[in-house]
């Protein structure tokens, strides 16, 4: 199985971390957000879950793609993202992720992907938050992914275990990649 890895860029005039999706993002992680925004923009998504930073990041970290496991559940994995915007990612088109944890996004202007839905931001969140606790000054792929996996009512987490990758044994294989305690990645 291939996997496109994202090349570094080199800044703009403003910096590598001038959208403030990336802000306290290491680089490959703004990558990540980066193509995540594009994903929702090319699905015609009203706004960027949980489900395309997933996606992105499955794409682009081969840590993470590591971490969730071996080429067949990696390929069930990718069957089920690709699939969004067919067959059970229908319903998602017509509704906004929400867990409960943050205000409801509104709609944003045809033909552009809005602000993160309230269980991506608070992944995202929890990720900054991550690699701060580890004095890190920007958070890395396994953040994120465990930021992905401490919602079990996010569309991420759906997909997960449709395609065999349990969201538990999930968060205690990532614990131990970011040098971590088990008992912390649920922060």
Do not use: K
Not at 30 to 56: F, K, P
Not at 136 to 164: F, I, K, Y
Request: net charge neutral; aromatic share 4%; glycine share 12%.
């Amino acid at each position: 199985m291939h996997f496109r890895t994202a090349r570094p860029t080199a800044p703009g005039p403003e910096g590598a971390h001038s959208h403030p999706d990336a802000a306290g993002l290491g680089a490959e992680l703004a990558a990540v957000v980066a193509g995540a925004r594009r994903r929702a923009v090319r699905d015609g998504d009203r706004h960027v879950d949980t489900a395309h930073l997933l996606h992105s990041l499955l794409e682009q970290d081969p840590e993470v793609r590591s971490v969730v496991g071996g080429p067949p559940q990696l390929a069930r994995l990718l069957g089920y993202l690709v699939q969004r915007s067919i067959g059970y990612g229908l319903r998602w088109q017509g509704s906004v992720e929400d867990s409960g944890a943050l205000p409801v996004v509104p709609r944003p202007a045809a033909g552009e992907a809005g602000d993160w839905s309230p269980a991506a931001a608070a992944a995202l969140a929890h990720a900054r938050e991550r690699a701060r606790r580890r004095g890190e000054r920007g958070a890395a792929g396994s953040d994120l992914l465990a930021g992905l996996v401490a919602d079990p009512a996010s569309r991420a987490v759906e997909v997960l275990e449709r395609a065999g990758v349990h969201a538990r044994e999930l968060t205690a294989r990532i614990a131990p990649r970011a040098g971590e305690f088990v008992q912390d990645a649920n922060c």
